[in-house]
């Protein structure tokens, strides 16, 4: 499968526990999104990578939140002290360039007791 | 304001209607738009990008009017197969991000 993958698919957690999830883009693709879908929203972005420099963040991105593409290749997001709030898909894309299409992975499905 | 504003719906068809969706977008500085699909608990696919002069793939047509910021999409011939929710998605000309509209729930009955 040559699609972008994201791991893990569900999570389960406690409020106040930290979280992390992975991503992995297509391969060669330099561009990699992350976003954020509620139930009955649609995707909210949180931020992206062009190779490994993270370009840009979302105001929805608190503190608590931490990304990172350390060789250009796979996307870590890490949520810490996590809230209820949290509870939410994650969803991961990549893309070859500006204009080109981006293709998402089955995205994380968190859920914060 | 939404940056993009679609009518949720739903939109409960008979096989074989036509039926249209629209969505209007506010950033009048936006260059790409796109229809994208996305089935229940599944990540969203692009269905079709969309540009000024208008293009159609298959059943599908789907038309940009830059003037009024307005974006639509066409379903003709509805199958069972075409119920998800149907999100108007415009890009962000400097980075690349999409942003999306709350998306249009489509079910299609026999």
């Known amino acids: 499968d040559t699609g972008v993958s994201q791991d893990p698919r569900h999570k389960i957690t406690k409020r106040g526990q930290n979280v992390t999830f992975r991503c992995d883009p297509i391969?060669?693709?330099?561009?990699l999104y992350w976003y954020r879908q509620t139930l009955g929203q649609g995707p909210e972005f949180l931020t992206y990578?062009?190779?490994?420099?993270?370009?840009?963040k979302s105001r929805l991105l608190s503190d608590r939140f931490s990304a990172e593409r350390p060789k250009g290749s796979f996307s870590t997001l890490e949520i810490q002290r996590t809230e209820q709030g949290d509870s939410a898909m994650y969803l991961c894309?990549?893309?070859?360039?500006?204009?080109?299409?981006?293709?998402f992975g089955p995205g994380t499905r968190l859920l914060v007791l | 304001r939404k940056e993009v504003e679609q009518d949720p719906g739903p939109f409960n068809v008979p096989e074989g209607a036509t039926v249209a969706f629209n969505c209007t977008y506010s950033?009048?500085?936006?260059?790409?738009f796109f229809w994208y699909r996305q089935d229940c608990r599944k990540e969203p696919k692009l269905l079709m990008s969309?540009?000024?002069s208008g293009n159609e793939d298959g059943r599908f047509t789907a038309q940009l009017n830059r003037a009024s910021q307005y974006i639509s999409l066409l379903i003709r011939d509805s199958k069972l197969s075409d119920s998800a929710t149907y999100l108007c998605?415009?890009?962000?000309?400097?980075?690349?991000?999409?942003?999306f509209g709350q998306g249009t729930t489509l079910q299609v009955k026999p």
């Open positions: 894309a990549s893309s070859f360039g500006l204009q080109e299409t981006q293709y």
């Open positions: 391969s060669e693709h330099n561009r």
């Open positions: 990578f062009q190779n490994e420099a993270q370009l840009e």
């Open positions: 950033n009048s500085a936006s260059q790409s």
């Open positions: 969309v540009y000024s």
């Open positions: 998605v415009v890009g962000s000309g400097n980075t690349g991000k999409l942003i």
